[in-house]
């Protein structure tokens, strides 16, 4: 069964912490590995997408990483701030994209 | 192209009533997918289409749900006789059809809440 589990589930930080969230999978069958962003109420932003063939992508404060092999990736967060409160979801892409349940960031001035 | 748009973005219906939702993908993505999502959770999928054909549809998408995408293009889902349980965020998403993988591209989202 493809399962993907994400790692803490919330998290607060002062601002400008350095932070990584955690995501892993268990079908290493994975395409390409997405993290999005989740505003309370809101649809899905992309952030990141990796291909499978990929060990990472930058986007301005944003770096993250998959390995394929371990069944992980993760989302480094620098220097966090306020306005970067949301739920961050992870998925692996298959046929269908298999999302974990989110961790909730907090981000405090 | 401005992305994956759906409607209605908030749908409030008392127990029993029938609901439609609508998606219109991107105009050059033949795959359309529809997840569902409750609150504290990531989104379950509940079925895609690769242009006119629905290709897989999850347990979770009881006899109660019908989708469908009768031209290869915009979506509709049908829930009848909506339940309390039905209530949640109903997103639609499309990914280009040579893409190895889902990709997503998703709307807005449609909300349900059902008295």
């Known amino acids: 069964k493809q399962e993907v589990t994400q790692i803490p589930a919330a998290l607060s930080v002062p601002e400008g912490e350095n932070l990584v969230l955690n995501c892993s999978f268990t079908d290493s069958a994975i395409y390409n590995l997405q993290w999005f962003r989740q505003d309370p109420g809101k649809g899905l932003t992309s952030l990141l997408l990796?291909?499978?063939?990929?060990r990472e992508q930058t986007s301005g404060r944003l770096n993250a990483s998959l390995d394929k092999s371990s069944g992980r990736s993760t989302l480094y967060i620098a220097a966090s701030q306020p306005g970067d409160s949301a739920t961050y979801l992870c998925?692996?892409?298959?046929?269908?994209?298999?999302f974990g349940t989110g961790t909730r960031l907090l981000v405090s001035p | 192209d401005t992305g994956v748009s759906q409607n209605p973005r908030h749908k409030i219906t008392k127990r029993g009533q029938n609901v439609t939702f609508r998606c219109d993908p991107i105009s050059e993505h033949n795959r359309l997918y529809w997840y569902r999502q409750t609150l504290g959770q990531g989104p379950e999928f509940l079925t895609y289409f690769q242009n006119e054909a629905q290709l897989e549809k999850s347990r979770l998408l009881s006899d109660r749900f019908s989708a469908e995408r009768p031209k290869g293009s915009f979506s509709t889902l049908e829930i009848q006789r909506t339940e309390q349980g039905d209530s949640a965020m109903y997103l639609c998403?499309?990914?280009?059809?040579?893409?190895?993988?889902?990709?997503?591209?998703f709307g807005p989202g449609t909300r349900l809440t059902v008295l």
């Open positions: 990796i291909q499978s063939s990929q």
């Open positions: 998403a499309s990914s280009p059809g040579l893409a190895a993988g889902a990709l997503g591209f």
């Open positions: 998925a692996g892409s298959f046929q269908k994209l298999v």
